[in-house]
């Protein structure tokens, strides 16, 4: 029996307790400990949780209804090294004995199967872009490290040697879960870094982002130190994306090979990239999904040089002003920032690059301009639009855009227009410290 093998083979590498593990809307690990006897339970019908006490269910709190279960899937069973005894399983979400159509998991394996009936599979590596960060004492964070405060940071080798225990325990971390670290570097902005592994399908790139945000977590706070992936906590830093690079494959083992590579691979390529640009402010409210995520997305400079960040729909060859960057065999889609749901972003993509090779929609020219460094004017002459600057935008172009909120379902897209239009209501009533320095004895 598949679980009894398992489960000997994990109480043989010291695990006592399974971490059942599950992502909720917003992109956050969520889950409970059950002993390694309940594997089997686990592995069949699921844990049981509250489904209204999860965000973005929108379960009820009575009824056949109202329990989400969360069902492990056993090829993701996984000892961690940083909790000894403790190996996390990755649930799936079902309700009433059926896969559960908002669950961000199973959004991502709806779309996965869209591109298996043509046997195909996207594969992406995933860019985690992250700060570390401890409270000031007046009530705001600031960098861990005291000395780390260049105006240009970026791959500063002072500043790195002091976090060199905190990120080397992280590397192990993630090299014993079965993950092939790339590098690991400074990043743009003060006690900023970040983090490549090596690129996966899909949805087990997705389930390394929660696997890899378990661990940083967990490592940085044994370290003194707070682990973030706010897109923008800083106003005068660059903000922390999470780039996508992505890529289509089919065949397995010794017969597959990418499909973007060749003469006829670029068509296909371009197509795909078509349909990603045809719907950005769509994808926008997935890949940016908060309000301090529009900080991020506007252009200017930062004290570093520039933000990174995109704000403008448009491609070209290994352009990193733009929304997607082409490069040999694949594109980095730069458009997601560290709060996006893995999930949601990898199922959306997906979801839009079918539709630009479905309807062979061809990209626009290419633009090999520094983006950055043109006008507003000069954008538009050129034809490019500009992302959504709020998540108001945002949410309004995913309503619009029934293509990606069929790919999503009616019940997630329900659900995450809800809470972050509550999200937003809630930011536009707020009175910040700017605003009442700004204003106050102004008038």
């Not at 199967?113 to 599979?121: K, N, V």
């Not at 390394?208 to 378990?214: A, D, G, P």
Request: with cysteine.
């Amino acid at each position: 029996m598949l679980s009894q093998a398992l489960q000997d083979q994990l109480r043989a590498a010291g695990v006592h307790t399974l971490l059942a593990q599950f992502t909720d809307l917003h992109g956050v690990a969520k889950g409970k400990y059950l002993p390694l006897e309940q594997l089997d339970a686990l592995l069949s019908e699921g844990s049981g949780f509250s489904g209204p006490s999860i965000a973005g269910t929108g379960l009820a709190r009575q009824g056949p209804r109202s329990e989400y279960w969360g069902r492990g899937d056993a090829s993701t069973a996984q000892a961690l090294p940083w909790m000894p005894g403790y190996a996390r399983l990755v649930c799936d979400g079902f309700v009433a004995g059926q896969p559960f159509d908002a669950c961000p998991r199973q959004v991502l394996r709806r779309a996965e199967a869209r591109l298996s009936a043509r046997g195909w599979q996207l594969r992406t590596g995933i860019e985690p872009e992250f700060f570390l960060l401890k409270a000031d004492g007046r009530g705001s964070y600031v960098p861990i490290d005291d000395a780390d405060r260049l105006d240009k940071p970026s791959y500063d080798l002072k500043a790195l040697p002091r976090q060199a225990a905190l990120l080397r325990e992280l590397h192990l971390a993630l090299q014993g879960c079965g993950l092939r670290v790339l590098q690991i570097d400074h990043e743009d902005a003060q006690g900023q870094y970040e983090l490549n592994f090596a690129y996966d399908r899909a949805l087990h790139s997705a389930d390394r982002i929660m696997l890899f945000k378990l661990a940083a977590q967990a490592i940085a706070e044994k370290h003194g130190a707070l682990f973030s992936m706010m897109p923008k906590p800083f106003a005068d830093q660059p903000g922390s994306g999470m780039h996508f690079h992505a890529s289509l494959w089919t065949g397995e083992g010794p017969t597959e090979r990418c499909l973007f590579d060749g003469a006829e691979g670029q068509v296909l390529l371009g197509h795909f990239i078509a349909g990603v640009l045809a719907h950005a402010p769509a994808l926008c409210a997935l890949a940016a999904p908060t309000v301090n995520s529009y900080k991020r997305l506007t252009v200017g400079e930062s004290l570093s040089g520039t933000t990174w960040a995109p704000a403008y729909i448009a491609h070209g060859p290994n352009n990193r002003t733009a929304l997607v960057r082409t490069l040999p065999g694949r594109f980095e889609w730069r458009l997601p920032d560290a709060a996006a749901n893995p999930y949601l972003a990898s199922a959306a993509l997906i979801a839009a690059g079918l539709d630009g090779i479905d309807r062979e929609l061809q990209p626009p020219a290419a633009c090999e301009d520094d983006l950055f460094a043109l006008s507003l004017r000069q954008i538009a002459d050129r034809g490019i639009a500009l992302l959504p600057q709020s998540l108001d935008q945002a949410l309004e172009a995913l309503l619009a855009d029934a293509m990606i909120c069929d790919a999503l379902g009616e019940t997630l897209t329900q659900q995450f227009l809800a809470l972050k239009r509550e999200e937003w209501l809630d930011y536009a009533r707020h009175v910040s410290a700017w605003e009442m320095q700004r204003y106050v004895a102004a008038f």
